[in-house]
């Protein structure tokens, strides 16, 4: 069964600062939502303990370290927890809710 690609599923871009759809790119070339545009990602490092420079290429944006050379944009990103929020659609104040279903509700099913 053939399945026809869709453009824009394949990769889909999110901003490194909330999380929500990025729709544009700041001055660096790192895709980032409307309300982050002006905000430039800095003081990125490597494992190795070495600073990573943002560069964008022909794939979009990667980080490239002098000691252990390119490397991909969300792997960068994973390094450094620090720079990701939490999404603005999750709020931990937010009580759950629960739902209990009886035996007699057969129609809920």
């Known amino acids: 069964m053939y399945?026809?690609?869709v453009y824009g599923q394949s990769?889909?871009?999110?901003?490194?600062?909330?999380?929500k759809p990025a729709?544009?790119?700041n001055?660096?070339?790192?895709p980032v939502c409307q309300?982050?545009?002006?905000?430039?990602?800095?003081?990125m490092k490597c494992i190795c303990g070495e600073w990573l420079d943002v560069r964008n290429g022909k794939f979009g944006a990667y980080f490239h370290c002098m000691s252990c050379g390119n490397i991909s944009y969300s792997k960068g990103l994973e390094m450094n927890p620090g720079i990701k929020q939490a999404p603005a659609a999750t709020n931990p104040t937010?009580?759950?809710?629960?739902?209990v279903i009886t035996s007699d509700e057969v129609d809920f099913l």
């Open 3 to 5: 399945i026809k690609k």
């Open 11 to 19: 990769r889909p871009d999110n901003c490194p600062f909330c999380g």
């Open 23 to 25: 729709t544009s790119k």
């Open 27 to 30: 001055n660096q070339g790192v």
């Open 35 to 43: 309300a982050h545009r002006e905000k430039l990602l800095s003081d």
């Open 94 to 99: 937010q009580a759950k809710k629960h739902i």
